[in-house]
């Protein structure tokens, strides 16, 4: 390709919503122009990183048995109504009408269409196992879309959906998707990890998440740098810092606290460690037709970790959802106000939940349900009922894994999941199959998500300088640049530059001739910014010694290489980065 006949336009500024790496450096590059807030046109630059990526992961997904297919956009919302996710999923359906006034959706995801699909065309158990897999356009209708591709509303996704006769070869289909997700990242050039996770609003019982180890990211991950343990932090189990509980030392008294609602101030206050705090947090359950009143629950947790409220979501009695109570529950319930709320004297009876180490604390300070008072020296046994244990906090790095040794954390960007269903929306659409035995089952589920436009912007967070992007070869819009000097001026610079482009490509590299009548300091600048892996320079100085300069995006400097060898040398280069 040579750049006169391609679309090149970079910009020297960023969009001022523009507030991350990628979403700069991708606008600043010419790769995505804004249409309308989270949703972008990718223009040939940006496209052509995505078709790399969808690339690998369609050789993947076919190695691994997945049989493509391509499943619509628009899907009939009686689906939805069927599987229960019409009125669950929330505001980021995006749902319409049609012309006769019928409902649809815009697809954030496949999973009713393709059940559908596999109940009418899935019979028998000779038929299994089945795994299909479309790469198509998504759209969730986020209610603030930001960070360019990290979190847009219409964004290219690949989904796969496999099927089987028993859980035993649904989980044998989970791990050859796990296994090929591991060989897709790995050939993208990442770094990664794949971290076990909640199931969100999917559903199912296992799931993995695959991030893209960057500052910039969302998810926060826990992992043991001495295990292959990770996972996510909304399901990272926080172990009990105290082995034991320590012996009752101290009287429980009620001590004057002054203006201190918060655990910090109240530490200070004592001239206590805040360890030695306890923080309430006040909950609320509703019943399902709303005709009782909200059951109160109080959560304990040490003064110096904070609730994990996926995992306070998987309590017993929380399965219809929680929400904060309010002040006047509050009020109601503690006979107090916010700030000074303990499990001690309530004014009406409350269930108490204590995280794992809250519970094995002894002479513990707690709000006195009196504003202003907060009680020192409380025993557990001694001054309160034991309370209902569970574990509620996020992991902090130093904790120790149980398995041996401390557990580290790092933030990532989640790029893919993977899912295992059982019969979840096999049950609700009635998607069942005759087994060996004669018999009708329901099909076993697995789901398995990869974001195609999400993974390009996850590279560039991962992979940038003050210059530009730098992309990891596989997925590089072009692998080597050749920037001549003087293109229009010099006819020994043009041979020279043009013998060495067709050298490449006939050798399959994927190469861009930048011919256009522009200096060499906007070219360099161009490309450092697009973030070609490979750059080739020829100029009549460096030909008159016979030699062309060959500079790795990630190098400061340049090789001198013997322009002879110049092809060589740059294949031999790409194998190494």
């Given at each position: ?5 391609y ?8 969009p ?8 700069q450096?991708?606008?600043?590059a ?61 505001a ?25 699909i ?15 897999y ?38 044998a ?16 050039g990442?770094?990664f ?70 655990c ?50 998987k ?19 503690f006979?107090c ?79 893919g ?36 436009s999400?993974?390009?912007?996850a ?14 070869k ?5 692998e ?14 043009r ?40 750059r ?11 030699i ?13 290489v ?16």
């Amino acid at each position: 390709m040579h750049a006169s006949k391609y679309h090149i336009n970079t910009l020297k500024e960023a969009p001022a919503e523009a507030e991350v790496k990628s979403h700069q450096l991708m606008t600043r590059a010419g790769m995505i122009r804004k249409a309308a807030g989270g949703i972008y046109t990718y223009m040939p630059l940006g496209l052509k990183v995505l078709r790399k990526i969808e690339h690998i992961v369609r050789e993947e997904m076919n190695r691994a048995g997945a049989i493509e297919l391509l499943m619509p956009v628009v899907q009939p919302a009686e689906l939805w109504v069927e599987s229960g996710r019409w009125e669950q999923y929330g505001a980021e359906l995006l749902r319409i009408k049609d012309r006769h006034q019928r409902d649809f959706v815009l697809q954030p995801t496949s999973e009713e269409v393709i059940t559908d699909i596999a109940r009418n065309e899935i019979h028998s158990w000779r038929q299994l196992p089945l795994n299909f897999y479309h790469i198509q356009t998504k759209f969730r209708d986020e209610r603030r879309p930001r960070f360019g591709l990290m979190r847009g509303r219409e964004f290219t996704m690949k989904d796969a959906y496999s099927f089987d006769r028993d859980e035993a070869s649904a989980q044998a289909s989970y791990d050859a998707m796990y296994d090929a997700y591991m060989r897709i990242f790995q050939r993208l050039g990442l770094t990664f990890r794949a971290v076990a996770a909640d199931t969100g609003s999917i559903g199912g019982s296992r799931s993995h998440e695959f991030q893209v180890i960057a500052d910039t990211g969302e998810d926060l991950i826990v992992y043991n740098p001495d295990s292959q343990y990770a996972a996510n932090i909304e399901l990272a189990e926080a172990p009990c810092l105290l082995p034991q509980r320590g012996e009752a030392t101290e009287a429980l008294c009620k001590t004057a606290t002054p203006d201190a609602p918060k655990c910090e101030i109240v530490a200070q206050q004592l001239n206590r460690p805040l360890s030695d705090t306890v923080k309430s947090i006040v909950l609320a359950t509703d019943s399902a037709d709303g005709s009782a009143p909200a059951r109160i629950w109080l959560l304990l947790l040490r003064g110096d970790h904070e609730l994990n409220e996926i995992k306070a979501g998987k309590l017993a009695g929380f399965e219809d959802g929680f929400r904060f109570a309010t002040e006047a529950e509050i009020l109601d319930t503690f006979g107090c106000v916010p700030g000074y709320l303990g499990p001690i004297d309530t004014a009406k009876p409350v269930t108490v939940i204590a995280d794992r180490t809250t519970a094995n604390m002894s002479n513990f300070i707690c709000g006195a349900n009196a504003e202003g008072f907060h009680y020192t020296g409380i025993n557990w046994g001694r001054d309160l009922p034991e309370p209902l244990v569970a574990d509620l906090r996020n992991v902090v790095a130093g904790d120790p894994d149980p398995k041996g040794g401390q557990l580290a954390m790092q933030r990532g960007i989640e790029v893919g999941h993977v899912f295992f269903l059982g019969d979840k929306y096999s049950k609700s659409l009635d998607a069942t199959f005759l087994g060996a035995d004669g018999k009708p089952a329901l099909l076993q589920m697995g789901c398995y998500g990869i974001g195609i436009s999400r993974i390009a912007a996850a590279a560039i967070e991962q992979n940038h300088d003050e210059k530009g992007i730098i992309w990891p070869k596989p997925i590089a819009p072009f692998e080597v640049v050749i920037c001549p000097m003087g293109w229009h001026k010099s006819e020994t610079v043009r041979n020279a530059a043009e013998q060495l482009y067709q050298d490449l490509r006939a050798q399959g590299v994927d190469v861009m001739l930048d011919d256009r009548d522009t200096r060499p300091g906007i070219m360099f600048a161009d490309w450092e910014l697009i973030g070609v892996p490979l750059r080739i320079t020829v100029g009549d100085r460096g030909l008159k010694d016979g030699i062309v300069e060959i500079q790795a995006r990630r190098q400061d400097a340049a090789d001198k290489v013997p322009v002879a060898d110049a092809a060589g040398y740059a294949l031999e280069q790409l194998k190494s980065l």
